[in-house]
């Protein structure tokens, strides 16, 4: 036997007043908004009846935070994988919008298509999936929800639906706090269900942690 389903669920909004780019700058943990939009992931999980029987989390504090909710509604311990973290990045501790003007960075932009400014997005997808086939193949039985980060999710995304890897990163699906669930068919995994449970508090929120 194995798991039923995978739920990739983002973390909630960050507090970060100076909105650098955080990457996995340690410090960085929820909002108060934040905690509201993590909450609001847990209690679309627990409205669906899903039958989460596994938590596993990004050791970031933001990912632990956002985690803590659903450990609470479904009586879970919350376990660390590595795989589950935010990329590497060029730009973390910098202003994004100041940072793409100053020619000392403009090394890092030469390349996109990898991406030239952190790990590759082949990295990313190579450890991702194996964190999603280790979750589903260790798991007797029930859901396991996996929380993590919006580039390494979007990778997981565009794996299984066999999307190009090269991407605007303004144009990704995964807000805040949203879920995106997988199931086995076969020897593939398939994308059968994407929720923004948090949309509602969204117009108020933040979210320049990434790239």
Sequence with gaps: MSASRIHLVRHGEVHNPSRVL?????????????????GAAALALQDEHAPVARLIAS?????QESAAP??????????????LIEPTNHFEGLVMKRAVRDPRN????????LPSWGERYTSISS?????????????PE????????QL????????VTGTPFPHDPRKR???????????????????????????????????????
């Design 127 to 139: 450890r991702m999936m194996a964190a999603v086939t280790d979750a589903w193949d260790t798991t």
């Design 106 to 113: 403009w090394f890092a932009l030469r390349n996109p298509r």
């Design 59 to 63: 050791p970031l504090q933001r990912t």
């Design 70 to 83: 659903v450990a609470k509604a479904f009586g879970l311990e919350v376990e660390t994988d590595e795989r």
């Design 173 to 211: 699906r995964c807000a805040l706090s949203s879920i995106t669930t997988l199931e086995r068919r076969g020897d593939s995994f398939v994308e059968v269900a994407y929720r923004d449970p948090a949309a509602g508090l969204a117009t108020a929120a933040t979210d320049v942690g990434a790239v």
């Design 152 to 159: 390494p999710i979007w990778m997981v995304h565009s794996t």
């Design 22 to 38: 955080y990457g996995r700058i340690p410090g960085f943990r929820l909002s108060t908004l934040g905690e509201r939009m993590a």
């Design 142 to 149: 029930g859901e396991v929800v996996l929380v993590s980060h």
